[in-house]
């Protein structure tokens, strides 16, 4: 089993920057993809961005160019760096992980942008 704690939600104005953490503890040897989806209200859960072990990402079209991804593999803990944070980022932020092809999910962290 692998447990996810997220940390780093909250509300901002438009413009502004947040940084999402989400720790790793567990059955954590071997974790391949980490990474961030969000789900605004009504909305389906959507693919932020994802980072293998050895540092390859993916982003959503959306969030090109203004959020980063990053993974420090010793700690077992990835990071959501989101900047020029818009109105339409609104949305409960969850963090994933995958351990060989069992996917597994945080809580969610809720993150609202004021314009």
């Known amino acids: 089993q692998v447990q996810l704690v997220e940390s780093g939600g909250g509300l901002v104005q438009a413009g502004e920057s947040l940084r999402l953490s989400c720790a790793a503890s567990g059955s954590i040897s071997g974790l391949n993809d980490m990474g961030w989806y969000r789900q605004a209200p009504g909305k389906q859960r959507d693919l932020v961005a994802t980072i293998t072990r050895g540092g390859t990402t993916n982003y959503a079209d959306s969030v090109k160019g203004r959020f980063t991804i990053s993974r420090d593999n010793a700690k077992s803990t990835v990071y959501l760096q989101m900047n020029s944070l818009k109105p339409e980022d609104t949305a409960v932020y969850y963090c994933?992980?995958?351990?060989?092809?069992?996917?597994?999910w945080g809580k969610g962290t809720l993150v609202t942008v004021s314009s």
């Open positions: 994933y992980a995958r351990l060989l092809v069992v996917p597994y």
